[in-house]
């Protein structure tokens, strides 16, 4: 069995084999008791634990719900594993679990760090309660993994299907996986997204294909985590890429997982690359990776002097394909209007296509009116056209250089177009 590479550096060679070959040794429940160890016993989860409190003791409840959304995601027939249970091990004071046993000499977790063997983890107490579910979520989805598909994946997938499936949401008694967090505060100490947006303003992005590539040692390092939870963020919430991502769960622990991933992608890899490249410059709390997806389809009708046409723009959706096609070195007039809905707490804000200049996003106008000219066949590692946009607001005259399909949307982020409404109209005549 693998070891998770969370922690893989932390091991030498024999005690990787040692660990890789044998299953976690036999607890003593009475000697973690006398070393002031409590158990907790839940249908999916016994938890060893010296930290008190209501929501410690509601873990096992959260976990009981996981596990029937861990069989759900992979195809798993919870029915025939009524018995199986994970065993997690929460820890404030370690020289209690070292004591007890709990905490074995070859299980190499830092101070900070969590790790997973076969059916059990170890995580560190955190200082808020929604962090503390994160990473036990995180390490369960790698022991259900283990437990139950026999592997977990390259490290790419490894470590984005635990960071995926561990960002949840836990509200009234229920709880959802895969969730996007909506603001800071609702996931704090998470730092997935504000480390992207770092990096991306440092020019550190990371490339799709570099993440697939990731060795078994890259996560020895904080910025890995968010790439992969981005990129399996991405890849399970697009309706165009959702049902091929989900067939990989069949080619788990295949020594060609990665081959097969790209044989799945190839026809689409140029725009899939391209809305990597829109999410990782665009990501916000709240990222609405079906509201973003863009139809990338080639556009056949050209605008003209006596025939100018006219498109309607959603206010509640990223780029959109308007269908026109427009020629390098021709001039353009794109003429807008129309009121629109950009917000509706703590009430309804109306926007026109000039945008509203109360609030900025992007260093412009909430609500304005934006443009791009994609061309047909974006030269390979490129920065998207859609990525530059230009600003039309009421009016202005585009000349594109590069012949291609022009896109419209309206400037906001991309975790606020569900609370939108309403759509604006854009003529386009050739000058």
Not at 97 to 103: E, Q, R, Y
Request: with cysteine; proline share 7%; net charge neutral.
């Amino acid at each position: 069995m693998r070891i998770s590479p969370l922690t893989s550096l932390l091991l030498t060679t024999a005690m990787a084999a040692t660990v890789a070959a044998a299953t976690p040794p036999p607890i003593d429940d009475a000697r973690a008791a006398a070393a002031g160890v409590r158990k907790i016993v839940g249908r999916r989860l016994t938890l060893y634990t010296d930290v008190g409190g209501t929501e410690i003791d509601q873990l096992p409840a959260v976990f009981e719900q996981a596990f029937s959304q861990w069989c759900r995601y992979f195809g798993v027939d919870e029915s025939k594993h009524a018995d199986q249970r994970l065993t997690g091990c929460l820890m404030k004071d370690r020289d209690r679990f070292v004591a007890s046993g709990l905490l074995p000499p070859e299980v190499p977790v830092a101070k900070g760090r969590a790790y997973t063997w076969f059916d059990r983890f170890w995580v560190d107490e955190q200082p808020t309660e929604w962090y503390r579910r994160e990473l036990l979520l995180h390490e369960g989805t790698h022991a259900f993994m283990y437990a139950l598909l026999g592997d977990c994946g390259p490290p790419w997938y490894m470590e984005g299907m635990a960071e995926y499936l561990g960002t949840h949401r836990w509200q009234d008694g229920r709880l959802t996986l895969g969730y996007v967090p909506r603001s800071r505060e609702e996931s704090p100490r998470w730092g997935r997204i504000p480390t992207i947006q770092k990096l991306v303003a440092k020019h550190q992005a990371s490339t799709l294909r570099s993440i697939i590539e990731y060795s078994a040692d890259a996560h020895r390092q904080a910025e890995p985590y968010a790439w992969c939870w981005a990129a399996a963020m991405l890849l399970d919430r697009h309706p165009r890429y959702q049902e091929r991502f989900r067939q990989l769960i069949g080619d788990i622990g295949q020594p060609d997982f990665n081959d097969r991933f790209y044989r799945l992608f190839e026809p689409d890899w140029q725009p899939l690359c391209e809305e990597w490249q829109l999410l990782v410059t665009g990501i916000e709390y709240g990222y609405d990776v079906p509201r973003v997806a863009v139809d990338f389809a080639p556009a056949k009708q050209r605008p003209a002097a006596k025939s100018p046409r006219t498109v309607a723009v959603a206010a509640d959706r990223g780029w959109q394909n308007s269908g026109l096609r427009l020629d390098a070195g021709k001039r353009y007039r794109l003429a807008a209007t129309g009121r629109y809905q950009v917000a509706k707490e703590p009430k309804i804000w109306w926007c026109e296509p000039g945008g509203v200049s109360i609030r900025y996003y992007h260093g412009q106008p909430l609500g304005v009116l934006l443009a791009a000219v994609r061309p047909d066949h974006p030269t390979s590692g490129s920065l998207s056209a859609l990525v530059c946009p230009t600003v039309i607001g009421l009016g202005t005259t585009l000349s594109p250089k590069e012949t291609g399909t022009l896109f419209l949307k309206i400037n906001d982020s991309a975790g606020e177009l569900a609370d939108n409404a309403g759509e604006l109209s854009v003529r386009v005549s050739l000058e």
